[in-house]
């Protein structure tokens, strides 16, 4: 049975690890949310008071670094489900200038791809069209009005009982927007053969259904 493997690329909160997950869920293949793995490198980073200016200690960093996901998807740094902690504010905060570092990329990226060989994936992140899987079958670019991603990440921070003001998110928002897209390493960029989908006026499963129309198009098959 053929597998392909699905990019899914697009700015913070615009629901791709909603989409990537459903995707996934649906078509039976793996799912992986590149962002837990950079979110999982800056709290480990946090927590050792690595300094970002100093190659060497990012290096060994780096080396002393073990990243994966259980089966819930919840991702395990160095054997320990760090899931909820990379999900806080302080990681949120710290993140866009950990992943720009090239040797953080490389390291991730060479893991990314390793996890792909088989096919059967859906990874979302910043730069999977265009760097991690420059030859995925297909490739999401996904795009939502800013205004409603700042609602979207305040309202899912509130659920899930994390205390940061609307301002904050907004905030942190635009600073990651703006770091993610002008590093110099893999920018996030949207891929010349990607599919552009905005879902500001989308609701789950609409986009959903959507992406699967063209997930078949692309040669996925129902298992
Ligand atoms: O998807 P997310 O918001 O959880 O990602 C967290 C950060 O990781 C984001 O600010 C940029 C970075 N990132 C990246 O540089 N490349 C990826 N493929 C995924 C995430």
Partial sequence: MDKIIIAIDGYSSCGKSTLAKGMASRLGYIYIDSGAMYRAVALFFLRHNIRLDNAEQVRQAMDDITINFNPDNRAILNGEDVENEIRQMEVSNHVSPVSALPVVRRALVRQQQAMGQRKGIVMDGRDIGTVVFPHAELKIF???????????????????????????????????????????????????????????????????????ELAYLAGAVVE
């Avoid at 905030?171 to 010349?192: C, F, K, M, T, Y």
């Fill in 142 to 212: 996904l795009t939502a009005d800013p205004e409603k991603r700042v609602q979207r990440r305040f309202e899912e921070l509130k659920a899930k009982g994390m205390d940061s003001s609307l301002e904050e998110v907004r905030h942190n928002l635009s600073q990651r927007d703006h770091i993610d897209s002008s590093r110099e390493d893999s920018p996030l960029r949207q891929a010349a053969d990607a599919i552009v989908i905005d879902n500001t006026h989308m609701n789950r499963d609409e986009q959903l259904e959507y992406a699967l």
